[in-house]
């Protein structure tokens, strides 16, 4: 079936037979909300739909309704991931296993539509789980596997699936629907460990006032988050088996004798792979590593793929101002103690606010992982190609002509 | 150039609304009520929010701020406490102002903040395509209320009077001169001024037949707005839909006077060195 990453979102929701839905509107998102809606009206999904005043009120009632016992599904985007975070520290504080889906894009000031992952990535210290989706049937895959990892009691912790806005939100790509059996058997209905039941009152959401306690429910929470590695592995297999389709934390791609390697993630994979491909046919020893799972941060597999590697760029589609990539520093973290890590570790920054990248850019991006090995410090490489710099030049000049 | 100029607040930038939209009134009716004020393009800020009406801070010629959803009050209150001398004036829409955003709008009004609010309220989110909205009615098909929305209608004029609003007004964007009237009156205002602007979706929830049929000048049957009482009944008026000026009173100092009278009248933006002379060639050659 042909549909948008929106619209196997949610399928995602539908098939994953959520019971609750809070919403609210945002751009580029909107769609799967709707979709949901159009669903429960006419009787095809049996769920409740309730559109809030505001994502921070959407978050909260979601994961309140996650820890009453509902299987909860979001979604939000950019700005209304981030007028929310502070509910996302509570709700995975709260362990309460719900899901979160962010059509990412990119953060005003300037505004703007189009994506990037600074807003998605704002939320990866939250303790909510994290997978980036490159394709349509990456979209619901992950969010059914994510349930099922999120609601394994051994992690109870919310998750986020992320596809990009436009590039994945409105493109339509085919898609296999797994039958409703299927999926039951593969996520069997949330069997909550502590819902709020009448004859077992509890009180959730405690203060605790003393550090030793609060680093203890810290510490719990971040090797429940470990874990969650293992258990999406286990889980990955079983969907394999009922689904034909596997899936893994990483994925390597041309990967066996790859020398010069690029590690990237969501849409943008599919524009690099290409590039891998055409180096292949030149006889360049290209390969790609995506990373799938953001949090918990794969690092042993990162690691376990990239060593003996002779140079490895780090593809972010974001910035942390005045530092750099935000998923670079993670990935030279993971290498630091491989004896036999890459000779070089190359930062590029690019596709911000959804600028678009070409093959011939990741080209050039191999091209100068092999030229910058021996350098001692590599310069980060900000993408911007020649013919969109001078139009940004000519838009700026104009800008300042219409001032006067 | 602005003294010469003939329209000072008109923009070389063409609104790219819908045609038909409400918002291309209220906009008209904003330049002409500036215009009506005596105002010059130097002296007036327009803030506003997120959202299909929000961009109308660049389709007039002033100051301009587009800033986030829900957050034009906050941005408004925050130049005019670091500048008074500026008139400062909110447009943005019912998602916004009504809905994310509300509670800014209450404290605004509890203080007097000496700022203009106007609300384009079409009842429906239009930028993202036609979801409900705060004011959205009983029954109303959205696509996120398909069976009709359950929610009550948020009623913004009697909540912003008892949250202590001193100006409060509705006005509709079928009638251009009452609508530019009613702004000039808000401009004229000693502090917070709450203007609910009709301003039909036509794309979305198109109302204008309704709201034409229904509404009625309060100012032809007589009324004053000076009872708070009175004004609470004509808010909850039954017999159509009222427009005009349903609350107001100038006896209460705005925020920035009572601040004033404790800052002894200095104000952050004193600090501003005014332009010399050499200042200005220099920006003047680095234009030309």
């Known amino acids: 079936m042909l549909m948008t990453g929106n619209m196997a979102a949610a399928w995602g929701a539908r098939l994953g037979r959520a019971d609750y839905i809070p919403a609210y509107p945002i751009t580029p998102q909107t769609e799967i909300i709707e979709t949901i809606a159009k669903w429960v009206r006419l009787g095809e999904m049996d769920a409740k739909l309730v559109q809030m005043e505001s994502e921070h009120s959407m978050l909260t009632a979601a994961g309140a309704a996650s820890l009453a016992g509902a299987r909860v599904f979001t979604a939000t985007s950019s700005q209304g991931l981030l007028y929310a975070l502070e509910m996302l520290y509570n709700i995975s504080g709260w362990r309460a296993p719900m899901m979160l889906i962010n059509v990412a894009r990119a953060l005003a000031a300037p505004i703007t539509l189009e994506p990037d992952h600074n807003d998605v990535l704002a939320a990866r210290d939250t303790g909510f789980l994290q997978f980036h989706a490159e394709t349509c049937q990456e979209v619901l895959d992950l969010i059914l596997l994510a349930y099922r990892v999120a609601e394994d009691s051994s992690v109870l912790l919310p998750a986020i699936v992320n596809l990009d806005g436009f590039y994945l939100s409105f493109t339509r790509e085919k898609v296999t629907l797994p039958s409703e059996q299927d999926v039951s058997t593969f996520l069997p209905d949330y069997n909550p460990p502590n819902p709020f039941r009448a004859n077992m009152p509890v009180s959730k959401g405690a203060t605790v006032l003393n550090g030793a306690l609060y680093s203890y429910f810290k510490y719990h929470m971040h090797t429940s988050s470990i874990r969650a590695l293992s258990v999406f592995e286990e889980a990955a297999l079983q969907f394999e088996r009922i689904f034909g389709r596997s899936y893994s934390p990483v994925e390597p791609y041309m990967m066996d004798d790859a020398e010069f390697v690029i590690v990237i993630s969501n849409s943008f994979s599919t524009i690099a792979k290409q590039a891998v491909r055409r180096l292949r046919e030149r006889g360049f020893p290209a390969g790609l590593l995506k990373l799938r799972m953001l949090r918990p941060f794969p690092s042993s597999l990162v690691a376990r793929y990239l060593s003996a590697r002779r140079g490895v760029a780090v593809f972010d589609q974001n910035i942390s101002l005045g530092s750099g990539g935000i998923i670079y520093p993670e990935v030279v973290a993971s290498l630091y103690h491989r004896r036999n890590r890459p000779q070089l570790l190359l930062p590029v920054i690019g596709g911000l606010g959804g600028k678009q990248i070409t093959v011939e850019e990741m080209e050039k991006i191999f091209e100068a992982i092999k030229n910058e090995i021996g350098a001692e410090s590599p310069d980060p490489i900000f993408l911007m190609r020649q013919e969109e710099l001078e139009t940004t030049k000519n838009m700026v000049r104009t800008a300042k002509e219409v001032q006067i | ?288």
Not at chain 2, 75 to 86: D, R
Not at chain 2, 150 to 170: D, E, N, Q, S, V
Not at chain 2, 205 to 234: S, T
């Open chain 2, 1 to 288: 150039m602005p003294l010469l100029n003939p329209k000072p607040f008109e923009s070389d930038t063409r609104a790219d609304w819908c045609p038909g939209c409400g918002d291309f009134g209220v906009l008209a009716a904003l330049k002409d009520a500036l215009q009506k004020s005596g105002r010059q393009p130097h002296e007036v800020v327009v803030v506003s929010g997120i959202g299909c009406s929000s961009n109308l801070p660049g389709y007039i010629r002033t100051y301009g701020f587009h800033g986030l959803h829900g957050r034009p009050v906050p941005v408004a209150v925050g130049i005019k406490n670091a500048n008074p001398k500026l008139l400062v004036i909110a447009t943005a829409g019912d998602g916004d102002e009504y809905g994310i955003g509300f509670n800014h709008v209450v404290h605004a009004a509890r203080r007097n903040d000496d700022i203009k609010l106007i609300v384009m309220n079409n009842e429906i989110y239009g930028l993202t395509t036609g979801q409900l909205s705060p004011t959205s009615k009983l029954g109303q098909k959205t696509k996120t209320s398909p069976d009709g929305s359950i929610i009550y209608p948020l009623k913004p004029l009697p909540t912003i009077l008892g949250a202590g609003g001193t100006f409060i007004a509705r006005t509709f964007s079928g009638d251009p001169k009452h609508m530019s009237w009613v702004i000039q009156e808000a401009i004229k205002h000693r502090g917070f001024a709450l203007v609910d602007a009709i301003s039909p979706c036509v794309t979305w929830h198109n109302i204008y037949d309704e709201v034409k049929k229904l509404f009625y000048r309060l100012e032809d049957r007589g009324y004053k707005p000076d009872d708070e009482n009175e004004a609470y009944k004509a808010m909850n008026a039954q017999d159509g839909i009222p427009i005009g000026i349903f609350y107001r009173r100038e006896d209460k100092q705005s925020f920035q006077e009572r601040l004033a009278e404790i800052n002894g009248g200095r104000w952050a933006a004193d600090n501003v060195k005014s332009l010399g002379s050499e200042i200005a060639q220099s920006l003047v050659q680095e234009m030309l």
